[in-house]
């Protein structure tokens, strides 16, 4: 246990019991725990292999490889259909935890066979097409398209679900409009 990581556990309202288990269990099977993104991550050799997080409705483990992983008791899902690498298997109590224990340490055992193996998900290029509105912007700015094009592939993919979210094309402009600072200084939308 890393006591930088306690804080999560300490604070946590909601599922304490079920994050005690779920703890318990990620760290039989040998992991580093480590905190990332303000929550407990578990690694195996520096690699993030699992991840526990809480919702309102459940907490979960989050296999960042999860879409490489048998999956043989088909309880893993896609949070979302952008999501393309990540798989979550969800709990609601502590019972649930409990039942699912041996395939839970299987589940996280294949993911570090799967990271051993060097095993990389192949994701899709340009999944979204990018607005019309965002596209004139970038002609139009190329100082834009070039703060653009400098941001990671997921902080891209995060402006363009932001902007194409919008029904109307107003608000896609002013969506653009009001991120275009926040692209230029290099940052994502959250950052």
């Not at 578990?42 to 919702?55: D, P, Q, R, S, W």
């Amino acid at each position: 246990m890393n006591p930088k990581v306690d804080f999560y556990f300490d604070k946590a309202k909601q599922w304490p019991e079920e994050y005690e288990q779920l703890r318990t269990i990620v760290l039989d099977c040998g992991l580093e725990e480590e905190l990332k993104w303000g929550c407990p991550c578990y690694t195996f050799e520096k690699a993030n292999i699992v991840l526990i997080h809480g919702f309102k409705e459940y907490c979960a483990l989050l296999f960042f490889k999860g879409a490489l992983l048998k999956d043989t008791k088909g309880i893993l899902i896609q949070q979302t259909k952008s999501v393309q690498s990540a798989r979550q298997i969800r709990f609601t109590n502590v019972k649930e935890i409990a039942k699912l224990k041996p395939s839970l340490k299987a589940y996280i055992y294949e993911a570090i066979e799967v990271e051993k193996a060097g095993l990389k998900v192949e994701l899709k290029k340009d999944l979204e097409p990018i607005p019309e509105e965002f596209q004139k912007a970038l002609h139009k700015n190329a100082k834009l398209k070039t703060a653009f094009k400098a941001l990671t592939p997921g902080r891209q993919r995060a402006y363009i679900l932001f902007f194409s979210a919008a029904k109307q094309s107003t608000t896609r402009e002013a969506r653009i409009e009001k991120s275009t600072p926040q692209i230029l200084k290099g940052k994502g939308l959250n950052d």
